[in-house]
């Protein structure tokens, strides 16, 4: 059964920073891409970035861009999201999971876990 747990949410001031981890299990974690997504409240969830099965490769939404880095450790079926400079817009549920392409996502979302950025 797969499991994908996040967790590293919080309450930030503007311009803090924050990183956001999401332990999986019950599939090949190192043989897959991985990505982190976010839903603010009455919106679509939207992919926020993307790393290959070893790391080699990454891609960021250009509302991030600069400010957020994925990485990951497969020795740990660890997946991670450094946030710094976070702004107001960026408050959301976090979420992570295996990408489908072109816009969905392989297995069942976890319960993610909320960003709030505000003064």
């Known amino acids: 059964q797969v499991q994908l747990v996040e967790s590293g949410g919080g309450l930030v001031q503007p311009g803090g920073s924050l990183r956001l981890s999401c332990v999986a299990s019950?599939?090949?974690?190192?043989?897959?891409?991985m990505s982190w997504y976010r839903q603010a409240p009455g919106k679509e969830r939207e992919l926020v970035a993307s790393?290959?099965?070893?790391?080699?490769?990454?891609t960021h939404a250009d509302s991030v861009k600069g400010r957020f880095t994925i990485s990951r450790v497969n020795a740990r079926n660890t997946l991670y999201l450094q946030m710094n400079g976070l702004k107001p817009e960026d408050t959301a549920v976090y979420y992570c999971?295996?990408?489908?392409?072109?816009?969905?996502?392989?297995?069942?979302w976890g319960q993610g876990t909320q960003v709030t950025v505000s003064s």
């Open positions: 790393i290959s099965s070893r790391g080699g490769s990454t």
């Open positions: 019950g599939f090949t974690f190192s043989s897959s891409w």
């Open positions: 999971n295996a990408p489908n392409p072109p816009y969905g996502a392989r297995f069942s």
